[in-house]
């Protein structure tokens, strides 16, 4: 068997996508790890991360399968299971070995690998669903609307273009306290992403603005209002609005 | 604006606490059925799915500024938490107020949109007048391209609802209640007829504008969203078969995109309003909002569901599994063949996971471990299905035995704040009476005597 180990990112795992066609593996006995497992009797090849052998898997896959699979897939490997690079390349070189129709590659739910692949790409999907609600801005003084996120799987790259979509006259930044990394968008123009090393944010930057706090209450007391006391169910607002969401949201402070 | 005079020197906060209290019994709540890009200038996007801000301590989604303009309303709905003869605190906001809160709050991320209601201020065509300048100056002013639902007054002059329509991603007509004559118990100044006018005209503009925008692709949108409405369900004593009548013609005739059902809340003492003991009727609310669902997603007709001699529906059972046991005739369906339509007759199987099927059975045959992975409900579905010809268990396709084995689950959806269940008292209660097998017992039996 051949394992070949990348890093942990989209680029990476297409490049290894892009080596294994490149080496002529067998599908069947190749492995794409993003860690250290070790396997017996197994040969290791290192892959080098090359954005232009995955662009090219990239048009493959848009080619063959269709943005909205090609999103699917994105959605999976952005994922924290480490078993999602395996699952999409096995998916992904099925579909090319075979006649696939777009919108079609991951309509196999009883292949375990497109099984996998299909329900991290949707555990993602509900995530960024989620997100785009629960995440709350904070004016600063700076006028500068800041947002803190938690989240499971690495959606920050799709939440952005949301907000960006949503609020484009405005300056905002949302900062992913998990992967340490910022999602800024200056008023007007395209946003970009930013590791949290090469952030450098003084404590009274995050100051937040004077009518802040005033619009913070008049949310909490809207929510305490909006409640028909008769119809009170805790049980279900947990499984609506899972406890991991409701540090980062002004109303439940 | 004299008749802001009363309300002027209240806080901003009282007032969102008046006006909140005053809208929070209308359902109508979701931001779905527009998707709109943002322009690059202004602030706002749609996203088609609508999107859940936060929930509150109820479980019922915030997605939008749910507030009345006024509640200084001069009707008197009996079921009504504003009526006039109710001593309640007043407040009105003035357009700016519900801008600068909408604009606010969305920036934040806090909501959605803006749904705005009111109670009637002196008369119908002067609310809707109210209602049309304060979303005309969120859109001109504020330049606000988020999600607008307002209520169009039932009696108000037909032009304002016109021009208010070419504003809005939503409108709704309240339809109260379901019936003409509960209409006239509870709701003295409201007519069955003024609200279905409207609706109607609702209904033509959206009809209309949709012909403009084929020859014009940048005509402005009429209520782009639909129309949706409301009506109270246990404030008068009309029969599940009734309302889901009434619900099937909406959608017919009037092309509705929802209609709300909302369990009454007794806020007011009245000789005409039932007394509820339990509190309001929630699960009748869900039994209503699961044949909805029926009716608009499953292929489901009204009179499938119910009919004059049962006009309700049954308590233990979905409407869906209630249907199944009683058409077993159609059963057990074969899940590598049956038809679209068929799979969405099955319980246990929805619309995703029947689309699902259709497509994984394209790659090979399915078996109840794939249809598991694929999100059907197992436990629901297995009396009902056969992969490859085989059942899942042996099961028996008796409508007594399916009953009782779909009811007895532990695991069933808790109504009530209390946590209690809802349950058909039997002479034969299993569990209730069980008492261990005695040695001897297990001797007779073993030899054959018992």
């Not at chain 1, 897939?73 to 480490?82: G, T």
């Not at chain 1, 090319?96 to 555990?123: I, M, Q, T, W, Y």
């Not at chain 1, 450098?200 to 006391?229: H, N, P, T």
């Amino acid at each position: 068997m051949r394992v070949y180990q990348c890093e942990d990112s989209l680029e990476g795992i297409f490049t290894a996508i892009y080596n294994t066609y490149e080496d002529n593996c067998d599908r069947m006995d190749t492995r794409i790890s993003i860690n250290d497992e070790l396997f017996l009797f197994a040969e290791y090849i290192p892959v080098e991360t090359d954005v232009d052998k995955a662009l090219k898997v990239i048009n493959t896959i848009k080619r063959r399968f269709g943005e909205e699979d090609y999103k699917r897939l994105c959605f999976a490997l952005v994922s924290r299971e480490p078993e999602k690079a395996q699952a999409v390349y096995r998916t992904v070189a099925k579909g090319l070995s075979k006649e696939c129709r777009p919108g079609h590659l991951l309509d196999d739910l009883a292949d375990d690998s497109v099984n996998l692949v299909f329900s991290l790409a949707r555990a993602t999907n509900n995530e960024y669903l989620h997100l785009m609600g629960f995440t709350r801005f904070a004016e600063l003084q700076s006028g500068i609307l800041y947002a803190k996120i938690g989240p499971k799987n690495d959606v920050l790259a799709f939440l952005m273009p949301h907000f960006a979509d949503r609020f484009p006259i405005e300056n905002f930044m949302i900062h992913d306290e998990k992967r340490n990394l910022y999602g800024v968008h200056p008023a007007g123009k395209d946003w970009y992403l930013m590791r949290g090393e090469d952030v450098e944010l003084a404590e009274s930057s995050l100051r937040v603005s004077d009518g802040e706090m005033e619009y913070q209450e008049l949310f909490k007391y809207f929510c305490g209002k909006i409640v028909i006391e008769e119809r009170r169910n805790l049980e279900l607002q947990r499984s609506m609005l899972p406890l991991r969401f409701r540090e980062y949201m002004a109303e439940f402070k | 604006m004299e008749w802001l005079a009363t309300g002027m020197e209240m806080s901003l906060m009282d007032k969102l606490g008046i006006l909140t209290d005053a809208a929070k019994y209308d359902v109508a709540c979701t931001s779905s059925g527009v998707e709109r890009k943002g322009n690059g200038r202004s602030i706002g996007n749609c996203v088609s799915g609508g999107i859940c801000h936060s929930f509150s301590s109820d479980g019922r989604c915030i997605s939008l500024l749910k507030i009345l303009l006024s509640n200084e309303c001069i009707y008197d709905c009996k079921y009504c938490i504003n009526r006039c003869s109710n001593d309640v605190p007043r407040a009105t906001f003035t357009p700016e107020e519900v801008c600068t809160l909408t604009m606010e709050f969305y920036r934040r991320n806090y909501i959605e949109g803006l749904f705005l209601s009111s109670g009637i201020i002196q008369n119908p065509t002067f609310t809707m007048e109210l209602i049309y300048r304060t979303i005309w100056l969120l859109r001109n002013k504020y330049h606000f391209n988020g999600y607008v639902h307002v209520k169009a007054i039932p009696g108000a002059d037909g032009e304002l609802i016109q021009r208010t329509g070419y504003l809005v991603d939503r409108m709704s007509v309240n339809l109260e209640l379901p019936t003409a004559e509960g209409l006239r118990t509870l709701a003295p100044n409201k007519h069955r007829k003024n609200i279905l006018a409207p609706m109607r005209q609702i209904q033509n503009g959206i009809h209309e504008n949709k012909n403009e925008l084929v020859l014009y692709r940048n005509a402005p949108r009429f209520v782009g969203g639909g129309q949706a409405t409301q009506m109270i369900i246990g404030a008068t004593p009309e029969t599940d078969y009734q309302i889901i009548n009434v619900a099937e013609s909406l959608y017919q005739k009037f092309e509705l995109k929802r209609v709300f059902y909302s369990a009454f809340v007794k806020v007011n003492e009245d000789k005409n309003l039932p007394a509820l003991p339990g509190g309001p009727p929630l699960l009748r609310e869900h039994r209503l909002y699961q044949a909805d669902w029926l009716l608009r997603f499953y292929g489901f007709a009204a009179s499938e569901l119910l009919d004059e001699s049962r006009p309700y529906f049954n308590v233990m059972l979905d409407p869906k599994e209630d249907w199944a046991v009683r058409h077993l005739e159609k059963f057990p369906v074969e899940i590598n063949r049956a038809s679209y339509e068929m799979l969405l007759r099955v319980p246990g199987v929805g619309v995703k996971s029947a689309r699902r099927i259709i497509a994984a059975r394209r790659c090979g045959n399915l078996t109840f471990a794939d249809l598991k992975k694929i999100g059907v409900v197992l436990k629901r579905a297995l009396y009902f299905i056969t992969c490859s010809g085989r059942m899942m268990y042996p099961t028996k396709l008796e409508e007594d035995y399916i009953v009782r084995n779909l009811t007895t689950e532990k695991d069933r959806i808790q109504f009530g704040s209390d946590g209690m269940t809802y349950k058909q008292m039997s002479l034969f209660d299993d569990g209730s009476f069980q008492r261990p097998v005695t040695m001897q017992e297990k001797l007779l039996s073993a030899v054959g005597q018992m």
